[in-house]
């Protein structure tokens, strides 16, 4: 492949990175608020069927290691040394 091909690739590709990295951020910015909205919402329900607030604050914890395990896997696939390869 020449420079000139190389070059005009990164330049045609850039846009949907960028798209893709704001995206991303987005995600990652806005997933507490969400997670913490859809757990609450998660222990309203549980509560109106009569389960304990306790009971239920227990249940919803499962919202928060999604969230937790989430964000874990997606800094790991961020981090530099996962785009290296292993021998």
């Given amino acids: 492949m020449s420079a000139s091909?190389?070059?005009l690739t990164i330049i045609k590709s850039s846009p949907h990175l960028i798209r893709m990295s704001l995206d991303l951020s987005w995600a990652y910015l806005t997933l507490g608020r969400r997670v913490r909205k859809a757990r609450k919402a998660?222990?309203?329900q549980l509560?109106?069927?009569g389960m304990s607030r306790a009971d239920a604050e227990r249940l919803s914890v499962c919202f928060e290691e999604l969230k937790n395990g989430m964000l874990a896997?997606?800094?790991q696939g961020v981090q530099l040394g996962s785009w290296r390869g292993r021998h």
């Fill in 5 to 7: 091909s190389i070059f």
């Fill in 73 to 75: 896997a997606m800094k």
């Fill in 42 to 44: 998660f222990e309203k």
């Fill in 47 to 49: 509560i109106l069927q």
